[in-house]
């Protein structure tokens, strides 16, 4: 499969965050990785991100009633 960036509009945008955002995130929400919900490094849409175990996927959805709606996903083996 390409490593092109995956542009559909039903995939939301895919995001790799900092280490120094990771940081502030399980710090702000007072949560260790393995409280966040998961997401395989195979998934299609974060290949093209070159993640790694442990890295924090940041997800953007479109949603009708709150504009947009932000959900956080850290990166597992599969």
């Given at each position: 499969m390409?490593?092109?960036?995956m542009?559909?509009?039903?995939i939301?945008?895919?995001e790799?965050?900092?280490?120094?955002e990771?940081?502030?995130?399980?710090?702000?929400?007072?949560v260790?990785?393995?409280?966040?919900p998961k997401?395989k490094k195979?998934?299609?849409a974060?290949?093209?991100?070159?993640?790694?175990?442990?890295?924090i996927?940041?997800?953007?959805?479109n949603s009708?009633?709150?504009?947009k709606?932000i959900f956080?996903?850290?990166v597992v083996?599969?």
């Open positions: 390409s490593k092109e960036k542009e559909h509009f039903l939301p945008l895919h790799k965050i900092s280490e120094k990771k940081e502030e995130l399980l710090k702000r929400y007072n260790d990785l393995l409280e966040l997401i195979t998934d299609p974060i290949r093209h991100l070159d993640v790694k175990i442990g890295d996927i940041r997800i953007t959805r009708p009633t709150a504009g709606s956080y996903r850290v083996n599969g």
